[in-house]
């Protein structure tokens, strides 16, 4: 019983950082079912209803901005990692995590696998997962702070983004540990 865990959101200035876990059943494939990066938007939520469907257990994590500035963006996402397994509805064997690090959860024997969402199934479906609950927070957001334009960048830092937060201020789910600026804008 194997889960695969990624994350969404750690590059983020603004918004939560995400990670979910999949099992998948033995043999599962799509010809689709892909890191969540190399897939449009379309495409991701369309593999999300695929993933929902055929997991045997999926849960999704997520921390807040104020929480990831209190512990940093690293230990949240090991945060949001560890919510993640430990919702899931079956103690897996082992854990297959996205990236080249991560701290152990329980007495889980894991591996970290650099680029895992491109290589192994159950860590692209965690990809997915993450990305697209991040981006439905993200759109909710934006809804309550259309001038961010969350709804394109996702809380990314975009030219467009930094120059919001110097002309409005940060908002309350901007990560204020995170360097906002952008030093090219001072000089205009």
């Not at 865990?5 to 033995?26: F, K, N």
């Not at 024997?109 to 997915?128: E, P, V, Y």
């Amino acid at each position: 019983m194997e889960a695969g865990v990624d994350e969404a959101g750690r590059g983020c200035l603004a918004g939560p950082v995400v990670a979910a876990a999949v099992i998948l059943p033995d043999g599962f494939s799509h010809e689709m079912l892909n890191d969540s990066k190399k897939l449009n938007e379309k495409k991701r939520f369309a593999m999300r209803e695929v993933v929902l469907e055929n997991a045997l257990w999926w849960n999704v994590g997520m921390i807040s901005a104020p929480r990831i500035d209190e512990v940093n963006i690293l230990n949240a996402t090991y945060e949001a990692m560890h919510e993640a397994i430990a919702g899931l509805g079956q103690r897996p064997q082992y854990l297959l995590i996205d990236g080249n690090r991560f701290r152990p959860f329980e007495d889980i024997d894991h591996a970290c696998m650099i680029k895992g969402d491109g290589r192994f199934l159950n860590i692209a479906a965690a990809s997915i997962l993450a990305k697209t609950y991040r981006d439905e927070v993200m759109q909710m957001l934006h809804e309550q702070f259309p001038h961010y334009d969350w709804q394109k960048n996702k809380g990314y830092p975009t030219l467009a983004h930094k120059a919001a937060i110097l002309q409005h201020g940060p908002s309350p789910f901007h990560r204020r540990s995170f360097n906002w600026e952008n030093r090219q804008l001072k000089l205009f």
